[in-house]
Each structure stands twice: as structure tokens, then as C-alpha cells.
């Protein structure tokens, strides 16, 4: 599975996009890209994945780069209960996902 | 829809006994179920795959004789942690997918106390 990379932390101003970069370079063809996050202390929760199109759903949009080496999550209008690690999944052909170190994003008031 | 539960949310338990986690996929039949440890500050691990029915698959490193995994039916799969040291205080996170998705729904978790 390839391994992804992601910033330690990130701090977004309420109301304003946050856009969470995640870089995955040894990436395969048939390999998606799986968004998930996760509040203090409880499970994580399924946001959006894609493969090679630009995907958005009522929670997030997922832009993929032409080359597939890297994505970024935008949170269109963060809001104080978007603070969260999220973590960055890329998914092969097996159903496991390898978590990396996620991204800790504070939305600030 | 989607939902995954687990009990007990936390629970806390002396050192050399043994503590049983449930995983429930509550509104759809979870062919495959993940069980997830995380220490504070720190991501997720994976620790073991259980299809319905068969053996569970440990990853590397997981003992597989101190982490019983079961799973008997479509909707619950069962983590027990044997002669628990505290040294397996941790968070345990399970999640389980449905024939044909490959998403996979995450329980709550359950904080685990060994004294």
C-alpha cells in the first residue's frame, strides 16, 4: 500500500475553506484515495475518496492532481466542530486501510 | 445508515484477566471486520482482518493468542484481550464493510484500563 504524507497540524479561521494537502508519490494506477476524520476519542468518520476525478459530496471535495502524487481536502466553510486529525488513506486492491499520522486541523473562532 | 457499535465504551480491568470487546454492524452485514489499536497522540494501527466465518488474519507483530478475535455472524465480531497487562491499555477501534463496498464504517471505540 503506498504511504502517504500530511502536515502535522494546520490552523484554518472559522468560516474560511481549509485545505489539507496529502502527498502520496508511489501511488498505483488502481489505487483510490480515501478521506477520513477523526474527533477526540471517538471513531473515525468517512469524509470522500476518488481515484482520478476531482470528487465532491455534501461533507468535502477531493481534488486529485493529474499525476495522482497528491490531494487536497477542502472543507468549503470550516466550522469550529470540523476540528479534527484527519487522516489520509491511499487503498489497493486489498480492503485494509494503513492509517498514516494525519493532519490535526484547529478551526480557530 | 452505515452504523457501528461497540461495547463497552470503556472498561477497566486488572491486570492478568481477560476483557471481551463487542463489534455491531447495527443496519447492514459486515462481510469483513478491522480491529484498530491507538495509543494517545498517535495514529491508528492496524491489528487484525476476520471475515465471517473464518480465522482472523493478525498483522505483523500482533499476538495472535493474546488477541482472540470472533467473528461468528454477519454482525458482530468480538476482540478479547487475555491476560491483559497494562502495557494493552489503549483505545480499540473496530470497523467493519458489506460485501461489494470497500468503505469501511468505524465503531466508536473502546478505551481500555488495565490496572
Known amino acids: 500500500d503506498a504511504k502517504t504524507t500530511q502536515p502535522t497540524s494546520m490552523d484554518c479561521a472559522e468560516g474560511r475553506a481549509a485545505n489539507l494537502p496529502c502527498n502520496h508519490s508511489t501511488i498505483s494506477g488502481n489505487e483510490y484515495v480515501y478521506w477520513y476524520r477523526q474527533i477526540h476519542s471517538q471513531g473515525p468518520q468517512y469524509i470522500i475518496h476518488?481515484?482520478?476525478n476531482n470528487e465532491t459530496n455534501e461533507m468535502a471535495s477531493l481534488i486529485i492532481t493529474e499525476d495522482r502524487k497528491s490531494s487536497t481536502l477542502i472543507l468549503p466553510h470550516a466550522t469550529l466542530r470540523d476540528t479534527a486529525v484527519y487522516y489520509c488513506i491511499v487503498r489497493s486492491g486489498t480492503y485494509k486501510y494503513i492509517f498514516g499520522t494525519g493532519t490535526r486541523l484547529k478551526v480557530l473562532a | 445508515g452505515a452504523v457501528v457499535s461497540q461495547h463497552p465504551s470503556r472498561v477497566i480491568c486488572k491486570s492478568g484477566t481477560s476483557v471481551k470487546i463487542e463489534c455491531r454492524s447495527l443496519?447492514?452485514?459486515?462481510?469483513?471486520m478491522f480491529w484498530y489499536r491507538q495509543f494517545p497522540k498517535q495514529s491508528l494501527m492496524l491489528m487484525a482482518t476476520s471475515n465471517e466465518g473464518s480465522k482472523a488474519t493478525y498483522e505483523q507483530g500482533v499476538e495472535k493468542d493474546k488477541f482472540l478475535i470472533n467473528h461468528a455472524s454477519l454482525t458482530l465480531s468480538t476482540l478479547t484481550v487475555t491476560s491483559a497487562h497494562p502495557e494493552d491499555s489503549s483505545f480499540y477501534i473496530c470497523s467493519a464493510r458489506s460485501l461489494g463496498s470497500y468503505e469501511q464504517y468505524f465503531g466508536p471505540g473502546t478505551r481500555l484500563t488495565v490496572t
Open positions: 476518488g481515484l482520478k
Open positions: 443496519d447492514f452485514q459486515a462481510t469483513t
